[in-house]
């Protein structure tokens, strides 16, 4: 039957028909016509608009085309649901044959198969609501305390020497981690710090874990690391113990836990999250294979710093010997003026000479005016008894007694023959 085609669903009832009278015409619908009719029903049902079903994943499949279609089932019973290509792409887990599940979608009818289903939105594993609320209590708490504070993260060292990696020792996480190293740069070392990242007691060895690393001498940086999987497998990572573990890091930390999708509490807290392991261990070091460029760079830097410090020091120096030049005495001027000092000094003290030297001629012209000597040598004579005594008067010679004569160029020895006093003697004028 075509779109087209009439139906008894269009047309009235004849008056010779076989009904009985009075019975109302049979109304035969097409099969689009029902599987519409049962669409709209649903769709205009707003508890299935808008509706949460838990389930067991049965028999899923992934075509090329990217969708997943599962069978969603119970003990009694089971209902058909698809999760489109990017719905699939954001959720957290991806749906396994025997996974119990809480699917979060709308329930429609599929009219071309005439069937119905549930179309899926959001998809997280059974008792996964109870740990999300638990994520986001936690996640508030501790964001109010500070603990995940951009103003706290520490920028990973350029140059780590050793670094510790705290994860499971079995598994390709220590592996990949240990490869990219040695690919990127072998000179840094690894310190493990083995621990559980998964189960009951997960949490607290990851703490023990921690603080072993954490007392390694020489430690520049650490990675707490481990794969994907649901969120109960990751959840100790929103441990508290754990969170509060890696915000007291005494050194800058990098945290890598599960897929790139995956975010933790610990991620927040962390200085730098890793969207996976791998990823982690080359944000963590170098690559070496640019090392010749680095090298290039930083000799230009420090040739560069090294010639405008030099240049610097020059300039300065020049401006303080400026500076000096203009503070100089002038010692051509200076030395003039010591000389003129120097002849008046000596004029001065030429001519203090001579007159004194004229002086000492005077009182020697007068001391020798004044002296025995000068008038002994006019004529006079100084007698002397034989005691030395000086004759002044003759009565101090008596007749016969003998005297010494001292004239200008000699001395007589005489003998008193007789003494007249008179008046005293007055040097006749010449």
């Avoid at 957290?92 to 709308?106: F, L, T």
């Avoid at 650490?222 to 890696?246: K, Y």
């Avoid at 002038?330 to 000094?345: P, T």
């Avoid at 001395?411 to 008046?423: H, I, M, Q």
Wanted: positive net charge; hydrophobic residues 40%; charged residues 25%.
């Amino acid at each position: 039957m075509t779109a087209d085609q009439p139906t008894l669903w269009d047309q009235p009832a004849s008056a010779g028909g076989g009904e009985a009278p009075g019975r109302p015409a049979p109304r035969v619908l097409r099969v689009s016509d029902l599987n519409r009719r049962v669409r709209a029903l649903l769709d205009g049902d707003p508890t299935l608009a808008d509706v949460w079903v838990e389930g067991e994943v049965s028999q899923p499949s992934f075509p090329p085309s990217g969708h997943c279609f599962f069978t969603l089932k119970d003990a009694a019973s089971q209902v058909r649901a698809v999760l489109f290509r990017e719905e699939l792409a954001a959720a957290n887990v991806r749906p396994e044959h025997g996974m119990q599940v809480i699917c979060h979608g709308r329930l429609r009818a599929y009219e071309p198969q005439g069937v119905y289903q549930l179309y899926v939105v959001t998809l997280t594993p059974a008792g996964a609501g109870d740990l999300h609320q638990r994520y986001e209590q936690l996640r508030t708490r501790l964001a109010a305390e500070g603990l995940f504070d951009e103003r706290r993260k520490r920028p990973l060292p350029r140059w780590p020497r050793r670094i510790g990696v705290v994860t499971s020792p079995v598994g390709a996480v220590w592996r990949d981690i240990g490869n990219v190293v040695r690919r990127r740069y072998p000179l840094v070392e690894l310190v493990l710090a083995p621990t559980i990242v998964q189960g009951a007691s997960a949490s607290g060895a990851i703490v023990r874990a921690l603080h072993r690393v954490y007392a390694q001498p020489g430690i520049d940086l650490v990675i707490l690391a481990r794969g994907g999987g649901s969120l109960e497998d990751l959840w100790s990572f929103n441990d508290e113990r754990v969170v509060r573990a890696v915000a007291a890091a005494p050194v800058p930390i990098l945290v890598a836990v599960g897929h790139e999708s995956d975010t933790t509490l610990a991620d927040f807290a962390a200085d730098v999250r890793a969207p996976t392991p791998s990823a982690a261990a080359e944000q963590a070091v170098p690559d070496a294979a640019q090392f010749p460029a680095i090298l290039a760079r930083l000799r230009e830097r420090a040739s560069a710093a090294l010639v405008g410090h030099v240049a610097g020091r020059r300039q300065l120096l020049a401006t303080e010997g400026r500076a000096l030049a203009r503070l100089a005495p002038d010692v051509a001027s200076a030395r003039q003026r010591v000389a003129d000092l120097l002849d008046r000094s000596y004029r001065a003290l030429a001519g203090r000479a001579e007159r004194e030297r004229a002086a000492l001629a005077g009182i020697g012209d007068a001391l020798r005016t004044l002296s025995p000597a000068a008038t002994l040598e006019r004529g006079y004579a100084i007698a002397r008894l034989p005691d030395g005594t000086v004759v002044r008067d003759p009565g101090q010679a008596a007749p016969g007694s003998g005297l010494t004569v001292t004239v200008a160029r000699g001395t007589l020895e005489t003998r008193v023959e007789d003494s007249r006093p008179g008046a005293p003697f007055e040097e006749p004028s010449s």
